[in-house]
């Protein structure tokens, strides 16, 4: 099932295991990320965002795309 991320934006504090990653998308009204399947094992983490590779604003009608954030790198 699709969740509600607006029933999701806001949630109770919480404890991460050791060897454990809470993940945070970068959109935060509406990503899929811990929030929604809890933190992620050390372990399955198999590398590390470099570079934006293509990003929208989903809010508009039809969504549109951020030409500026594409190719951005990140720190």
Do not use: C
Request: aromatic share 8%.
């Amino acid at each position: 099932p699709i969740p509600n991320f607006k029933e999701r934006r806001d949630f109770e504090a919480l404890t991460i295991p050791e060897q454990s990653h809470f993940m945070l998308g970068d959109n935060r009204n509406a990503s899929f990320d811990s929030r929604h399947f809890g933190s992620v094992k050390e372990e399955s983490i198999v590398g590390k965002v470099l570079v934006v590779y293509g990003s929208i604003d989903s809010t508009q009608q039809p969504p549109l795309i951020r030409e500026d954030r594409i190719g951005l790198v990140i720190k």
